[in-house]
Nanobody
Framework: QVQLVEFGGGSVQAGGSLRLSCVAS?????MAWFRQAPGKERERVAH??????YYADSAKGRFTISRDKDKFALYLQMNTLKPEDTAMYYCAASSGWCGRSSISQTDFGAWGQGTQVTVSS
């Protein structure tokens, strides 16, 4: 059974940083970070296909996605955090192709339980 476990969330003040980690039970071609704020739809933050990263506009210049294939791990370094970054962050994985900018949550069959990020002003 595929498992994804996220950790690293927490509460920070605006302008601060957090690093999220996700460990999978196996390797995947495509891994991603999504987030969902209360009352809003789940949205993609960033994803990586092999070693090529793709970012949502909201993440460009502030967030960095990376992976360690040997550890089956995915990371999200978040800098210059804003209150609007407050959300539950989810790790997602797929064995399919995702070498394109536009992907959706339906492209992913494996999900973690989420980790909360709260940014205060």
């Amino acid at each position: 059974q595929v498992q994804l476990v996220e950790f690293g969330g927490g509460s920070v003040q605006a302008g601060g940083s957090l690093r999220l980690s996700c460990v999978a039970s196996e390797n995947f071609l495509c891994m991603a970070w999504f987030r969902q704020a209360p009352g809003k739809e789940r949205e993609r933050v960033a994803h990586v296909y092999f070693s090529t990263p793709y970012y949502a506009d909201s993440a460009k210049g502030r967030f960095t996605i990376s992976r360690d294939k040997d550890k089956f791990a995915l990371y999200l370094q978040m800098n210059t955090l804003k209150p609007e970054d407050t959300a539950m962050y989810y790790c997602a994985a797929s064995s399919g192709w995702c070498g394109r900018s536009s992907i959706s949550q339906t492209d992913f069959g494996a999900w973690g339980q989420g980790t909360q990020v709260t940014v205060s002003s």
